[in-house]
Structures are given as structure tokens and as C-alpha cells.
């Protein structure tokens, strides 16, 4: 079992810079491979970024957030974290992280565990 828990949110005018943090309780957190998702009111979740198990060597991310997020692992914390800079008003919905053992890291059904999120809000 692992349990997540998401820390970091809050209220940003456009432009400005939000960090994320993601705590896993539970063992062997280096084994899984940890993504982030958002969700706005009225939409699905969707993909935001993910980054590799171990030495978090690959990362991933989505093309509405590449180039102004990056993500990070700190194994020795069991931490992973979400630096978002040049953040936007659509950038605004629930940031959830996950984890997961599985090699597919787009899909909210590849991941086994999720937190219950924080609230992220970019005004104009």
C-alpha cells in the first residue's frame, strides 16, 4: 500500500511560480514510477507530467506544460515535486500525483494509487 499526499496549491496571478510536493507513506518508493494529473471543473482528468522509477532518469510531459513545469524525485524523502513556472489561467484545476509500477504513464488507469489532491488557481 502507498499513500500519497499532495501539498503546495494555492491562489497565483498569470505568470507567477507554484511548487507541488508529493509525499508517499509505505515502502519502496523508488519502484514506482510517479505521474501528476490535473482536473477542472467539468473536465476529465488529463496527463500532466510523470517521471521514471529509480533515479527518475525519463520524464514526460504533456505538450500544454512542457517547457514551463518540471518534475523531480527525492527518493531519500519520498518525494516527488511539480516546479510549475509561467503558470496560465488554464493551468487552474485539482493537481493529483500517482504512482504506479507499470511502464505506461499517459493513462490514469495505469496508476494503482492516487492522493487526494490540492487546488491550484492561476488568476488573470
Known amino acids: 500500500q502507498v499513500q500519497l499526499v499532495e501539498s503546495g496549491g494555492g491562489l497565483v496571478p498569470a505568470g507567477g511560480s507554484l511548487k507541488l510536493s508529493c509525499v508517499a507513506s509505505g515502502r519502496a518508493f523508488r519502484h514506482y514510477a510517479m505521474g501528476w494529473f490535473r482536473q477542472a471543473p467539468g473536465k476529465e482528468r488529463e496527463f500532466v507530467s510523470a517521471i521514471s522509477y529509480w533515479s527518475g532518469d525519463n520524464t514526460y510531459y504533456s505538450d500544454s506544460v512542457k517547457g514551463r513545469f518540471t518534475i523531480t524525485r527525492d527518493n531519500g524523502a519520498n518525494t516527488v515535486f511539480l516546479q510549475m513556472d509561467s503558470l496560465k489561467p488554464e493551468d487552474t484545476a485539482a493537481y493529483y500525483c500517482?504512482?504506479?509500477?507499470?511502464?505506461?504513464?499517459?493513462?490514469?488507469?495505469?496508476?494503482?494509487?492516487w492522493g487526494q489532491g490540492t487546488q491550484v488557481t492561476v488568476s488573470s
Open positions: 500517482a504512482a504506479t509500477v507499470r511502464d505506461s504513464y499517459y493513462y490514469t488507469r495505469a496508476y494503482d494509487y
